[in-house]
């Protein structure tokens, strides 16, 4: 059975958007993100974590 990612596509498509990448999931799909930019996607989804639990 396959584990389901944990990041919802809502937020994974925010962070493609303010890093540039986007174009190249709509035209080619996440598989085609590399893994630099897969890192910097999961690093910012983690600041953005990590600023929502700050502010609580």
Not at 26 to 38: K, V
């Amino acid at each position: 059975m396959a584990k389901r990612g944990m990041m919802s596509e809502s937020l994974k498509q925010l962070i493609a958007d303010e890093l540039g990448v986007s174009e190249q999931v709509a035209r080619e799909g996440w598989g085609s993100i590399s893994s630099r930019d897969c890192g910097r996607i999961v690093q910012k989804a983690i600041e953005i974590a990590e600023r929502s639990v700050t502010s609580m």
